[in-house]
């Protein structure tokens, strides 16, 4: 999760990060490949969340900055992007970047990660 100067890294490994900014995901592949050592590769995402994806839209900014993947939808769907995304191998993880002020990334990170753990318990099951 990222705040204007200042970001909480929520990952299990101990390796060193280097974090990326694209404008899509294939771009974000190609970057992480150039990427050398035993690092984690950490992507970071514009996102707005809401209830549905109409509430996330209006609390969507015109963003001036292209240069980050964006998200505009629920938690649900933001946990199954990340998912994604580590599955693919195109990120080990994820910054999270308001799209618009007044978000709340500490508990959009919490939601997320709380559905990532209950989502690799029911696969380990």
């Known amino acids: ?3 204007a100067d200042e970001w909480t890294e929520l990952t299990d490994g101990s390796e060193p990060v280097v974090r990326i900014t694209a404008p899509d995901l294939a771009r974000a ?3 992480r490949a150039g990427v050398d050592g035993d ?4 992507l970071d995402i514009t996102v707005a969340v809401g209830a549905d994806f109409r509430s996330a839209r209006r609390a969507l900014q015109v963003a001036t900055d292209d240069a980050n993947v964006r998200y505009v939808g629920t938690v649900l769907g933001l946990a199954g992007l990340i998912a994604d995304i580590e599955a693919a191998g195109v990120a080990d993880g994820v910054t999270l970047v308001a799209a618009a002020p007044g978000q709340d990334l500490r508990a959009v990170g919490v939601d997320v990660q709380r559905l990532l753990t209950s989502r690799s318990q029911a696969r380990a099951s």
């Open 1 to 3: 999760m990222a705040d």
């Open 39 to 42: 690092v984690a590769v950490i």
């Open 29 to 31: 592949r190609r970057i």
